[in-house]
């Protein structure tokens, strides 16, 4: 199970970040599901989706720790702690919408690697500065956000197609934050992704 | 006479298994884009690979996905320390560009079970990053 950061400071800082929650993290807050998958998905292939949603699953705890280790890395300025805060949160309701999905579908989540296993593979050693930290997030979040939209068409449901189009969404606003907080031009060419 | 016959009937499953990986990848693939590629462009196919791999894959870690180093011309579910589906693992598949082709097109039709859903329907990206895949070769 991956540490995440303290409950107190990030509920003090989401208080004052308020306006960065995505949909998904505003009806949580609001205490509605914010997805009802798997009973209405008909004629699918469940086991294939519930296969599909655990490779995204994968990818969310990916995200999570990767916002801890940034976190944890000392390397990033208080008010760019607090998004990446934020951040980490909004990918924590997208693991959640996972889980509720893949148990309604009568599958089992697969289980977050340990913290130690992610450093190591998002070779988290070459971080040196906060910029460095910034690249990766917005590699995740970009590469996340094609993951979504590429694998729409492989879903087996209506309901699941609003799931993963959502939650690219919310992938692409973070792509776009971190793109600007870097730097990067506005991409000349539509569309930007998928 | 009745030695080729038995030799006929003994290579039938032989030949079966043989073009099974090809024949499963032709089945699967909604176009044949193999037969026309593009021009494919391994610089571009680098900044194409980070932007719509790189949210699972690395070239050298395990991560939602295997690493990639080494991919082309390799059995697929052959990287001893991920764990892969078992219908890729029994596909037959070697990662030739005509499978990752297809494989890119539509994964789950062409190993229904995989844990891949991702699909690359533009032809050109699909070459490009295949052309680059093959630039990255294992390393000694």
Redesign the interface.
Known sequence: MIETIGLKSRRSILAGTATTLSAAGALALLGKPAFAAGAATKGA?T??DV??L??AL??ED?GIAAYQIGAQSKLLTPDVLKVAVAFQDHHKQHREDLIAAITRLGGKPVEPKKLGEYA????AASLKDQTGVLRLAL??E??????YL??I???GGSDLYVLAARTASDEAFHAAILGNVLGEPIPQKAPMFG | MQIQKILSIALVPLAAFVIDASSVAQSACPSSAALTPPPESPSRGAALY???????H?LD?????PKHRGVFGRKAGAVPDYHY?VALKKSNIVWTAQALDCWLQ???AMV?????????SNAQERADIISYLKTQTAKP
């Open positions: 292939n086991a294939q296969s599909l655990n490779a994968g990818l990916e190591t593979s998002l070779n590699k995740l970009r590469g996340a956000t094609n993951a590429g694998i068409s492989s879903l | 980070d932007a719509k791999c790189g949210g699972c690395s870690a395990n991560r939602v996905g589906s539509n994964p789950t229904p079970g995989t844990k891949m859903g991702f699909r690359l």
